[in-house]
């Protein structure tokens, strides 16, 4: 995944020190858009799971 962003970060001229931080810069980035996405997700299923668990314990409920 690296070799891409530094070929990327080189053609825009930034080289060095500077280069190498823009690199983990925009590859953490990046890292921690897909790992918010991936809790979104999570959240959604477990949320999910937990309702249509209910669902039979409130038909349980009705009175009668």
Request: proline content about 5%; glycine content about 6%; aromatic content about 6%.
């Amino acid at each position: 995944m690296l070799a891409p962003v530094h070929a990327f970060v080189r053609q825009s001229g930034a080289t060095g020190q500077l280069g190498e931080a823009q690199v983990l810069t925009l590859v953490r980035g990046h890292l921690e858009q897909q790992a918010t996405a991936a809790a979104y997700q999570d959240c959604f299923v477990l949320l999910a799971l937990l309702y249509l668990a209910s669902v039979p314990l409130r038909l349980l409920l009705r009175r009668p």
